[in-house]
């Protein structure tokens, strides 16, 4: 190579770097290292005020012993195996119904949409309103219907369904826009020559539409699965947790624990099995999928 072009391979790599570097400023510093301090804290017993202390892993054997830590992984699990399957399943059906070619279709599309793109604290306290079981727009039609609504965010049996059903609502949307993207992604000719066959459509979504969405389907479970242990907002605004923690989930303990009871030890331990269990499911996930491809 030419000392001229050597000049300017090394001209185009500094100029590269100094552009990258407050990317990897802001990296190092609101990622990287939080990431690594978060794990030492979770050997600790730092309380914001006095000197973290080490204690070894006596916060990870604390949640062997701690019932609201169980009740809340409960609690998660619960929503994740109630909510990932029907944010899989309705978006799929949604997305196949408004891949046709009809008339008005685009406005159908963009209607499933509109909840995604609401905040997520809007949608809570929407659907707060809407479950109020005084005023609330559930218990009004089923009180129409002859029915005696529940109070469905302070009843133990109901609190944690109306925080799913609100996340569901919200997000079907979305899982349905990338499903819809798989199914345009699909190649027409398999379907004509299903046509030509005369193949039933139950046979062309079996044989021709599943399997080809197969990597959709692994991304959208994927990240359903994260999102689901992952829920927050819905659960503070709408129930606070209530009542007696069978609507708490793991991030609001962790959060409750970090900025309530002043606990960022036990708070970081918790986020750090929280982010294991996470890594787990999807590593599952992946092996599954790779052993149904071979």
Known sequence: MSKGRKKVVYNDAFWAGIFLLPSLIGLVIFTIYPLFKSFYLSFTDWDFVHKANFIGTANYIKMFSDTKFIRVL???LAYTAVTVPVLIIVPLILAVAL?????????FRAAYFVPVIASTVSVSLIWQWMFNADFGMVNYILGCLGIS?????????YALPAV?????WKNVGYNMMLFLAGLQNIPGDYYEVAELEKITISQKFRYITVPLLKPT???VTIITII???Q????????????????SSVLVHYIYQNA??????GYACALGWVLAAIIFILTLVMFVLNGRSDS
């Open 74 to 76: 409960q609690n998660t």
């Open 99 to 107: 891949n046709q070619k009809i008339k008005g279709i685009r406005f």
């Open 149 to 157: 609504g529940p109070n469905w965010l302070t009843d133990k049996s």
């Open 164 to 168: 799913m059903f609100t996340s569901i």
């Open 217 to 219: 389907t692994l991304f």
């Open 227 to 229: 999102n689901s242990f």
């Open 231 to 246: 829920v927050f907002d819905q659960v503070v605004i709408m129930t606070g947790g209530g009542p007696a923690r069978h």
């Open 259 to 264: 900025f309530k009871f002043y606990n960022m």
